[in-house]
């Protein structure tokens, strides 16, 4: 059974970090590329970063670029997503998401609230 839990979440300030783990399971993780995604309140889903299975390449949305840095341990089975200088727009649920032919996955996501 292919399982992604998020942790990591929480309430933070503007400005301020975050750091969010996804820990895998059921799954090859080697072998598949990870993705975080963001769904702030009255929005659709946002892309925000993917990363390569390998680990060496990664893509971000012009949003977050220069801010989010998302990176992964193979062995570990976790994916990680490092958020600084955070603003209210971040606000939302953090889901990871990673794909196996053509059937996506995603776990319950982690709520990320920046505000004063």
């Known amino acids: 059974e292919v399982q992604l839990q998020a942790f990591g979440g929480g309430l933070v300030q503007p400005g301020g970090s975050l750091r969010l783990s996804c820990a895998a399971s059921?799954?090859?993780?080697?072998?598949?590329?990870m993705s975080w995604v963001r769904q702030a309140p009255g929005k659709e889903i946002e892309w925000i970063a993917m990363?390569?299975?390998?680990?060496?390449?990664?893509t971000y949305a012009s949003s977050v670029k220069g801010r989010f840095t998302i990176s992964r341990d193979n062995t570990k089975k976790i994916v990680y997503l490092q958020m600084t200088s955070l603003k209210p727009d971040d606000t939302g649920v953090y889901y990871c998401?990673?794909?196996?032919?053509?059937?996506?996955?995603w776990g319950q996501g982690t709520q990320v609230t920046v505000s004063s």
């Open positions: 990363i390569n299975f390998g680990g060496d390449d990664a």
């Open positions: 059921g799954f090859d993780f080697s072998d598949r590329a």
């Open positions: 998401h990673t794909k196996r032919g053509l059937t996506s996955y």
